[in-house]
C-alpha cells in the first residue's frame, strides 16, 4: 500500500459525459501528478500540483481540467467524453516538487460506452 | 521530444535464469532515470533513481545501472514473484516535471 488514495476504482459512463476522479496524497506529499496509461500509449504526463498551484502541463486535453485543494487532495475532472478516453488514470504524489520519488495510487479504471 | 523505449516487450525466464532489461532513452539533459515495477491492475511501485552515468543501484535480486544513452536493469535468479512490468521513465533536466515513461518490459519468471 503505498498511501495514496484514489476513488472511484471503476467508472463507466458514457460518450460527452463528465467525470470526477478523486486522489488523496500520502501524508505529508504536497506534489500531485495524474498520468493516464492506456493500452499502447503506456504512461502519459498529464498535469502536475504542488501545494495548491499547478506546476506543468503534459499531454492533458483541454477537456480535461484539474486542482489541488487546500487539504492537498485533488480532482481530475473530464469532460465531453469520448471512446478514446477508456483507460487507467493513475495518481501519484511525492513529498517535494520534483518527482524524484513518485508513490502512485491504484488508479481509476474509465471505461466510456 | 524525450523518447524511452524498452527492450524486449515481454521476457520469459526459468526461475534462477539471470538476464537484464533494456532502457534507451533520447532526452536533452538528463536529470534523472527511473525504474518502476508494475503489477496488474495495481499502480507502479517506485525501484531506483539513478542520475549520472556510471552510477548503480542495487536492491535485492535486481541491479540497476545507467550509460550515457541506456540504463540496464539486471535480475539475478530470479523467482516468480519477480513477474511483473518493469518500467522506465525519464526526467528531462529542462522540464523536471514532465516525466516520459517506456511502455514496459513484462517479465514472466517460471517454475
Known amino acids: 500500500d503505498s498511501g495514496v488514495t484514489q476513488t472511484p476504482k471503476h467508472l463507466i459512463t458514457a460518450t460527452g459525459q463528465r467525470v470526477t476522479l478523486r486522489c488523496s496524497p500520502r501524508?505529508?506529499?504536497?506534489?500531485v501528478y495524474w498520468y493516464q496509461q492506456s493500452l499502447d500509449q503506456g504512461l502519459q504526463f498529464l498535469i502536475h500540483?504542488?501545494?495548491?498551484?499547478?506546476?506543468a502541463k503534459g499531454n492533458i486535453l483541454e477537456r480535461f481540467s484539474a486542482q489541488q485543494f487546500p487539504d492537498l487532495h485533488s480532482e481530475l475532472n473530464l469532460s465531453s467524453l469520448e471512446l478514446g478516453d477508456s483507460a487507467l488514470y493513475f495518481c501519484?504524489?511525492?513529498?517535494?516538487?520534483?518527482?524524484?520519488?513518485?508513490?502512485f495510487g491504484p488508479g481509476t479504471r474509465l471505461t466510456v460506452l | 521530444e524525450d523518447q524511452v523505449t524498452q527492450s524486449p516487450e515481454a521476457l520469459r525466464l526459468q526461475e534462477g535464469e539471470s538476464s537484464s532489461l533494456n532502457c534507451s532513452y533520447t532526452?536533452?539533459?538528463?536529470?534523472?532515470l527511473f525504474w518502476y515495477r508494475q503489477d496488474p491492475g495495481k499502480g507502479p511501485e517506485f525501484l531506483f533513481t539513478?542520475?549520472?552515468a556510471g552510477e548503480e543501484k542495487e536492491k535485492e535480486r535486481l541491479k540497476a545501472t545507467l550509460t550515457k544513452k541506456e540504463s540496464f536493469l539486471h535480475i539475478t535468479a530470479p523467482k516468480p514473484e519477480d513477474s511483473a512490468t518493469y518500467l522506465c521513465?525519464?526526467?528531462?533536466?529542462?522540464?523536471?516535471?514532465?516525466?516520459?515513461f517506456g511502455t514496459g518490459t513484462k517479465l514472466q519468471v517460471i517454475p
Open positions: 521513465a525519464v526526467q528531462p533536466r529542462s522540464e523536471a516535471q514532465k516525466v516520459t
Open positions: 500540483y504542488y501545494n495548491g498551484e499547478e506546476r
Open positions: 501524508s505529508g506529499d504536497l506534489s
Open positions: 532526452v536533452s539533459g538528463l536529470r534523472g
Open positions: 501519484a504524489s511525492s513529498v517535494s516538487g520534483q518527482p524524484n520519488t513518485q508513490y
Open positions: 539513478l542520475y549520472s
